[in-house]
């Protein structure tokens, strides 16, 4: 017996001046072993550190870093006012970088949207790497609370800002002289760093986040503390399923509460209720479970753990009886992604989707 529950999957692609959200739902079919777990202020930019003084900047490192914070203040202030020369954008950013920042504005003017509220940039001198004497890369993990208002009335919230903490790397290049930003590149979940071309571009908030993808940019403490959450969920999800020990299914299970919150809790129990009314529990070895967190959004009080799962040899039993049916896709591997919320003082499990199914190899970047 298979099963699927609804799973929803988010992805929103940003390349420093654009936000790019894609939302799929799968279809929803009979219940599944645990495969598939059912289902502004004034704009700024907030610096980590303080500006380097004329005697740093001598230095390439903190001239590089320089350039890169003087781009991300340019298009802040270009897309809250609308217009791409306001900010000195176009002397502090050339190529790709100033192209796209451009055409994010004239989608935003197109959609008569601008932007209000502040990114806090990360980056300090460790971040920049230098590949010759001209060109610079940087890494950095940039909090986004920019969101989209009308341009006509800015109380007027379009898209509100979501909080998000994720990746952007920049290439950073010395032309006459000075440093100016050539490149932005965002990971996707893949790492690819693409973003869809107009007319694929739709108009959500245009600003410099994220994701989710890999690298992490979890501070450490909220990293450890989601993933302690997930992996309590997983337990208890197995033990509520019946794997791991005998007896019925137990949609009751306290763990469950201790564990998750709406929509999983709803639905972990709901799958539970329908195999202990059938008189059937799952038995057999569990999935093994590779996990990091990847991002974050809310300003931190909701983290986007990923699970590269291989598959466990359970199946599904009548109760009191010795054999189970067959799981044909045990060993198999798939990459799933789950929504840790904080919910008072502790981490609970909000949501978990399979972003993909079949993959030949999974693994944590720790691995």
């Not at 900047?57 to 217009?83: F, I, K, R």
């Not at 209000?116 to 920049?128: F, P, Q």
């Not at 992490?216 to 794997?243: H, K, M, T, W």
């Amino acid at each position: 017996m298979t099963a699927r529950r609804c799973l929803r999957r988010s992805i929103v692609a940003v390349v420093l001046a654009a936000v790019v959200t894609a939302c799929t739902g799968a279809d929803q079919g009979d219940p599944q072993p645990p495969s598939a777990l059912g289902t502004a202020g004034a704009t700024s930019l907030e610096l980590s550190e303080p500006a380097p003084t004329s005697s740093a900047l001598a230095s390439p490192q903190h001239a590089a870093l320089a350039a890169y914070e003087e781009y991300m203040a340019a298009t802040v202030e270009a897309l809250s006012s609308g217009e791409a020369e306001v900010g000195g954008l176009s002397s502090v950013a050339d190529g790709q970088a100033l192209a796209q920042a451009r055409r994010r504005l004239r989608a935003n003017r197109r959609d008569d949207v601008v932007v209000t509220g502040a990114l806090a940039s990360s980056a300090t001198v460790a971040d920049v790497r230098f590949n010759g004497e001209r060109t610079a890369r940087l890494s950095d993990c940039v909090l986004n609370g920019l969101e989209q208002v009308a341009a006509d009335d800015q109380d007027r919230v379009v898209t509100a800002a979501t909080g998000w903490r994720q990746p952007v790397e920049a290439t950073i290049e010395r032309r006459d002289g000075n440093w100016v930003v050539t490149r932005i590149k965002v990971p996707l979940r893949d790492g690819s760093g693409a973003v869809p071309p107009p007319p694929d571009d739709p108009p959500y908030l245009r600003g410099p986040a994220q994701g989710p993808a890999p690298p992490s940019c979890v501070p450490a403490n909220l990293a450890r503390q989601a993933v302690f959450a997930y992996e309590a969920f997983r337990d208890a999800y197995d033990a509520a399923l019946g794997i791991g020990r005998t007896g019925p299914a137990r949609p009751d299970l306290p763990a469950l509460a201790k564990t998750a919150v709406d929509p999983q809790l709803s639905g972990v129990r709901d799958f539970a209720e329908s195999l202990a009314a059938d008189g059937q529990a799952f038995r057999g070895d569990p999935d093994e479970h590779d996990l990091w967190a990847v991002s974050t959004n809310d300003s931190d009080h909701r983290v986007v753990v990923y699970d590269c799962v291989t598959i466990g040899t359970y199946g599904l039993a009548d109760v009191g009886a010795t054999e189970t049916v067959p799981n044909s896709d045990a060993g198999s591997r798939r990459l799933d992604a789950a929504g840790v919320v904080r919910h008072g003082d502790s981490w609970k499990v909000a949501g978990v989707s399979t972003l993909e199914e079949g993959l030949d190899e999974c693994t944590s970047p720790a691995r």
